[in-house]
């Protein structure tokens, strides 16, 4: 990933729509099957790769709360907002915490038996091929699970990318191949020797306020253009005011909000005990 397309991330701003976001982390964990038998007095041991501000990495302390899990993200301001919200020992006598990792270049350093992404792989150029030395790392009856948007042909982003040239921002936005089909993840799984459960699910969220797709974006989607023009904040309300316009046409208000389709892909890759 380039400098430029590195984005700078405003937790307060992603937790905007956080119960939109957090729905299909809780779908995937219903897809997880337990976790391998512990040693006695040994606790499950999970890592959440781009944990973000850790809200969904709470739920993981809620499905196994005797485990030891460690959220890993990139942004200090996210891990700040993970530390002091979510960090400590959980009800069922297990741990919750969080560490600095760029999961472009994380390798695991211990056995673990769940390790999951969610919304993050899409960030990791050619992130498909880091899934041989993160399930080498999973124990014999473990899980490696993701989910990953899988609507990069969608207005909100077909429409971002269309406007990006005019500010000299051709090469900052991710394209459909940011994400693999959910056939190529199936196969890539499989091939590693895994039982490989992988579908996809269109979500239609109702959004309330204001131009909530455009709210919903900037948490997201639009980071790497909110970061690249910082500091050029003429044009930063230029590409905002001309990309607002596109998305009232593309996504019309109702009378009940605005709805906004969302596709996602998740897989499930199961390793035999």
């Given at each position: 990933?380039?400098?430029?397309?590195?984005?700078t991330?405003d937790?307060?701003?992603y937790l905007?729509?956080?119960?939109?976001?957090?729905?299909?982390?809780a779908?995937?964990l219903?897809?997880?099957?337990d976790l391998?038998?512990q040693?006695s007095g040994?606790?499950?041991?999970i890592?959440?790769?781009?944990?973000?501000p850790?809200?969904?990495?709470a739920?993981l302390a809620?499905?196994?709360p005797?485990?030891h899990?460690?959220?890993?993200?990139?942004?200090v301001d996210?891990l700040d907002?993970?530390h002091v919200?979510?960090?400590?020992p959980?009800?069922g006598?297990?741990?919750?915490?969080?560490a600095?990792a760029?999961?472009?270049?994380?390798t695991p350093e211990?056995?673990y038996?769940?390790?999951?992404s969610?919304?993050?792989l899409?960030?990791v150029p050619?992130h498909?091929?880091?899934f041989a030395d993160?399930l080498?790392?999973v124990?014999p009856g473990g899980t490696?699970?993701?989910?990953?948007?899988?609507n990069f042909d969608?207005?909100?982003h077909r429409?971002?990318?269309?406007?990006?040239?005019?500010?000299g921002?051709g090469?900052?936005?991710?394209?459909?191949?940011?994400v693999?089909?959910?056939r190529?993840?199936?196969?890539?799984?499989t091939?590693?020797?895994?039982?490989?459960?992988?579908w996809?699910t269109?979500y239609?969220?109702?959004?309330?306020g204001?131009d909530?797709v455009l709210?919903?974006?900037?948490?997201?989607?639009?980071r790497p253009?909110l970061?690249?023009?910082?500091?050029?904040?003429?044009?930063r309300e230029?590409f905002l005011s001309d990309?607002?316009?596109?998305l009232r046409?593309a996504?019309?208000?109702t009378?009940h909000?605005?709805?906004?389709?969302?596709?996602?892909i998740?897989?499930?890759a199961h390793?035999?005990?």
């Amino acid at each position: 990933m380039s400098a430029a397309a590195a984005p700078t991330w405003d937790p307060a701003q992603y937790l905007r729509h956080a119960g939109h976001r957090a729905r299909p982390f809780a779908d995937l964990l219903a897809r997880v099957p337990d976790l391998p038998a512990q040693p006695s007095g040994g606790r499950p041991r999970i890592a959440d790769l781009g944990c973000g501000p850790g809200n969904v990495t709470a739920l993981l302390a809620q499905r196994w709360p005797t485990a030891h899990i460690t959220g890993y993200d990139n942004s200090v301001d996210m891990l700040d907002q993970a530390h002091v919200e979510h960090e400590g020992p959980t009800a069922g006598g297990g741990r919750l915490d969080f560490a600095h990792a760029d999961v472009r270049t994380w390798t695991p350093e211990e056995p673990y038996d769940l390790i999951v992404s969610n919304a993050t792989l899409q960030w990791v150029p050619g992130h498909a091929d880091r899934f041989a030395d993160w399930l080498r790392a999973v124990r014999p009856g473990g899980t490696f699970a993701f989910q990953v948007p899988g609507n990069f042909d969608a207005p909100s982003h077909r429409l971002m990318r269309d406007l990006a040239p005019r500010y000299g921002l051709g090469d900052t936005l991710r394209h459909e191949d940011a994400v693999l089909t959910p056939r190529d993840y199936l196969a890539r799984l499989t091939d590693l020797g895994c039982a490989a459960d992988v579908w996809e699910t269109t979500y239609v969220h109702l959004l309330t306020g204001e131009d909530p797709v455009l709210d919903w974006v900037k948490g997201t989607g639009l980071r790497p253009v909110l970061t690249a023009l910082a500091d050029a904040p003429d044009q930063r309300e230029a590409f905002l005011s001309d990309y607002r316009a596109a998305l009232r046409e593309a996504y019309p208000a109702t009378a009940h909000g605005t709805p906004f389709p969302f596709r996602r892909i998740f897989a499930v890759a199961h390793k035999e005990a």
